[in-house]
Protein backbone atom coordinates (compact mmCIF):
# COMPACT_ATOMS: atom_id res chain seq x y z
CA UNK A 1 0.00 0.00 0.00
CA UNK A 2 1.50 3.14 -0.81
CA UNK A 3 0.38 7.08 1.01
CA UNK A 4 1.20 9.94 -0.36
CA UNK A 5 1.14 13.45 1.61
CA UNK A 6 1.09 16.70 0.17
CA UNK A 7 2.50 20.04 1.35
CA UNK A 8 3.46 23.82 0.88
CA UNK A 9 0.10 24.98 -0.10
CA UNK A 10 -0.77 28.46 0.99
CA UNK A 11 -1.60 32.14 0.27
CA UNK A 12 0.24 33.68 -2.33
CA UNK A 13 0.19 37.21 -4.44
CA UNK A 14 -0.06 37.35 -7.83
CA UNK A 15 2.99 36.98 -9.52
CA UNK A 16 4.63 34.88 -6.43
CA UNK A 17 5.74 31.61 -6.36
CA UNK A 18 5.24 28.43 -3.93
CA UNK A 19 6.88 25.19 -4.18
CA UNK A 20 4.72 22.08 -3.19
CA UNK A 21 6.29 18.87 -2.19
CA UNK A 22 4.70 14.91 -2.17
CA UNK A 23 6.09 12.50 -0.24
CA UNK A 24 5.25 8.73 -1.17
CA UNK A 25 5.38 5.87 1.62
CA UNK A 26 4.87 2.53 2.12
CA UNK A 27 5.70 0.06 -0.86
CA UNK A 28 5.81 1.95 -3.99
CA UNK A 29 5.90 0.36 -7.27
CA UNK A 30 9.68 0.21 -9.32
CA UNK A 31 8.59 2.48 -11.70
CA UNK A 32 5.74 4.96 -11.09
CA UNK A 33 4.83 8.06 -12.39
CA UNK A 34 3.30 10.87 -10.51
CA UNK A 35 1.01 13.15 -11.09
CA UNK A 36 -0.05 16.84 -10.27
CA UNK A 37 -3.98 17.78 -10.52
CA UNK A 38 -6.06 20.73 -9.39
CA UNK A 39 -9.63 21.15 -8.86
CA UNK A 40 -11.43 24.68 -7.92
CA UNK A 41 -14.82 24.21 -6.40
CA UNK A 42 -17.52 23.65 -8.90
CA UNK A 43 -14.54 22.38 -11.59
CA UNK A 44 -13.67 19.44 -12.90
CA UNK A 45 -10.42 17.70 -11.34
CA UNK A 46 -7.71 18.67 -13.91
CA UNK A 47 -4.49 17.81 -15.05
CA UNK A 48 -1.77 20.10 -14.10
CA UNK A 49 1.72 17.87 -14.52
CA UNK A 50 3.14 14.18 -14.81
CA UNK A 51 6.82 12.58 -14.18
CA UNK A 52 8.53 9.41 -14.37
CA UNK A 53 10.40 7.99 -11.30
CA UNK A 54 12.33 5.91 -14.07
CA UNK A 55 12.94 8.34 -17.00
CA UNK A 56 12.25 11.85 -15.50
CA UNK A 57 10.01 12.37 -18.44
CA UNK A 58 7.67 15.24 -17.68
CA UNK A 59 4.28 16.26 -19.15
CA UNK A 60 2.38 19.71 -18.66
CA UNK A 61 -0.96 21.21 -18.80
CA UNK A 62 -0.73 24.02 -21.63
CA UNK A 63 -2.16 26.47 -19.15
CA UNK A 64 1.29 25.72 -16.43
CA UNK A 65 3.38 25.41 -19.27
CA UNK A 66 6.67 27.78 -18.58
CA UNK A 67 5.31 28.66 -15.14
CA UNK A 68 5.59 25.14 -13.65
CA UNK A 69 7.88 22.64 -13.05
CA UNK A 70 7.56 19.28 -11.67
CA UNK A 71 11.07 17.16 -10.23
CA UNK A 72 11.80 14.32 -8.50
CA UNK A 73 13.82 13.72 -5.35
CA UNK A 74 14.20 9.82 -5.89
CA UNK A 75 16.00 8.28 -2.69
CA UNK A 76 13.63 10.15 -1.03
CA UNK A 77 10.46 9.20 -2.32
CA UNK A 78 9.73 13.02 -2.96
CA UNK A 79 8.16 14.98 -5.69
CA UNK A 80 8.19 18.58 -6.18
CA UNK A 81 6.23 21.11 -8.07
CA UNK A 82 7.30 24.27 -8.13
CA UNK A 83 5.19 26.80 -9.28
CA UNK A 84 5.91 30.42 -10.49
CA UNK A 85 4.37 33.89 -12.02
CA UNK A 86 1.04 32.08 -9.66
CA UNK A 87 -2.20 33.59 -11.47
CA UNK A 88 -5.83 34.02 -9.58
CA UNK A 89 -6.61 31.10 -12.05
CA UNK A 90 -4.11 28.95 -10.00
CA UNK A 91 -6.24 28.94 -6.89
CA UNK A 92 -7.21 25.22 -6.73
CA UNK A 93 -6.66 22.47 -4.14
CA UNK A 94 -3.68 20.65 -5.13
CA UNK A 95 -3.50 16.56 -4.99
CA UNK A 96 -0.61 14.41 -6.57
CA UNK A 97 -1.04 11.16 -7.29
CA UNK A 98 0.70 7.94 -8.73
CA UNK A 99 0.38 5.26 -11.39
CA UNK A 100 2.00 2.50 -12.04
CA UNK A 101 4.15 1.53 -14.96
CA UNK A 102 6.20 4.22 -17.07
CA UNK A 103 3.56 5.70 -19.37
CA UNK A 104 2.55 9.26 -18.34
CA UNK A 105 -1.20 10.19 -17.92
CA UNK A 106 -3.53 12.80 -17.94
CA UNK A 107 -6.90 11.18 -16.99
CA UNK A 108 -7.62 11.23 -13.07
CA UNK A 109 -9.08 7.40 -13.49
CA UNK A 110 -5.44 5.99 -14.72
CA UNK A 111 -3.96 7.06 -11.33
CA UNK A 112 -4.05 4.61 -8.17
CA UNK A 113 -2.82 6.60 -4.97
CA UNK A 114 -4.07 9.94 -3.99
CA UNK A 115 -3.05 12.39 -1.75
CA UNK A 116 -5.72 14.65 0.23
CA UNK A 117 -4.93 17.75 -1.19
CA UNK A 118 -3.39 20.96 -0.59
CA UNK A 119 -4.51 24.18 -0.59
CA UNK A 120 -3.25 27.05 -2.85
CA UNK A 121 -5.05 30.27 -2.97
CA UNK A 122 -3.85 33.19 -5.29
CA UNK A 123 -5.11 36.89 -4.76
CA UNK A 124 -5.22 39.76 -7.11
Known amino acids: QVQLKESGGGLVQAGGSLRLSCEASGRTPNTYVIGWFRQAPGKEREFVSAISSFSGKTEYADSVKGRFTTSRDNPRNTTFLQMSSLKPEDTAIYYC?????????????????WGQGTQVTVSS
Open 97 to 113: ALRTGLVLATRNGLYDS
